[in-house]
């Protein structure tokens, strides 16, 4: 049973990993408010079995369920994917689950706050009180000592390189929506007291239309150390060519926490995809959640992929594309299997691989 920790990670001597680094198994949960997914979520549902099965090839694979959906997702997953009972709110377990650090004592985990992407204006959905508790049940699971973060922050807002830089976007954690009282320098300190790091790299906006303000899961990502790689649109007249150009501009600008320059490595950006007609009269309306409207712009990005200890399991989205950005990241991780998973309808959602899984790292061996 793990124990609610008074320190700080920084404190204690842990820091959080890379995701390049070895995984201990992976987390999911799974999907079914008809809000947000389409056609009571059965399509979207094996989607996220299609990435869960995928994951399993490279890593145990634990998949959080409602009582109410158990049996469904245990008929739908293959037998290896381990299924547990915890209640949530919706799906997207990146964004409410811990975020693991390790250090010589072993494994523990960060509980931030979460108010659903922007919860102090109503929250893109409501409610999201189990959603809140769900971190600290994934950290009684496996038995992890708990940090409970004072600031709202979501996973998919932090990317780091596992040697003391963090990635993430001034759309997102300087929203007023998130923590209004505190200033970024604050917020920063925050970030590496509970990280374990050393230097945060800001960028600016996400990806266009990204209605979690701008996570930076969806826009770059550390692919090792002194290498990120970045969504890219060579289409001058499309909003997200100057989203990522400024975001080129400043990764060429700056260094790491070791000191490096950073290697800027091109993903092209799909699309632009929209919502179709069909699509958006699948969705249950409400006035608690994110409308779902035909036309709608989709934030499809590639980069929003999961990097398993021996694959990538990647989303496919756009056919002109497809081959080209799997091809980048076979150069890049020469060392791991590229997986496609159909992923549309986790799109359809609000994000994707990335953001509905959670790595679990490794425990160190002792020193």
Known sequence: MGLTLKSTPAEDGFRMPAEFEPHAGCWMAWPERPDNWRLGAKPAQEAYAAVAAAIAESEPVTMAVSDAQFENCRALLPAEVRVVE???????????????????????????????????????????????????????????????????????????????????TEECLLNPNRNPDLSKEQIERVLLEYLGAEKVLWLGAGVFEDETDGHVDNLACFAAPGKVLLTWSDDEDDPQHAISHDARERLEAATDARGRSLEVVFLPSPGPLHISAEEAEGVDTGEDTQPRRAGDRLAASYVNFYLGNSGIVMPLLDPRHDEEAAAILRRTFPDREVVGVPAREILLGGGNIHCITQQVPAVPAPD
Do not use: C, M, Q
């Open 86 to 168: 915890i209640s949530s709110d919706d799906a997207w377990i990146r964004d409410h689950g811990p975020t693991f650090v390790i250090g010589a004592g072993g494994r523990r985990g960060v509980d931030w706050h979460f108010n659903a992407w922007g919860g102090t204006d109503g929250g893109l959905y409501f409610p999201w009180d189990r959603d809140e508790r769900v971190a600290a049940k994934v950290l009684e699971i496996e038995g992890d000592d708990r940090y409970r973060a004072p600031i709202v922050l979501e996973g998919g807002a932090i990317h780091v390189d596992g040697e003391g830089t963090v990635l993430t």
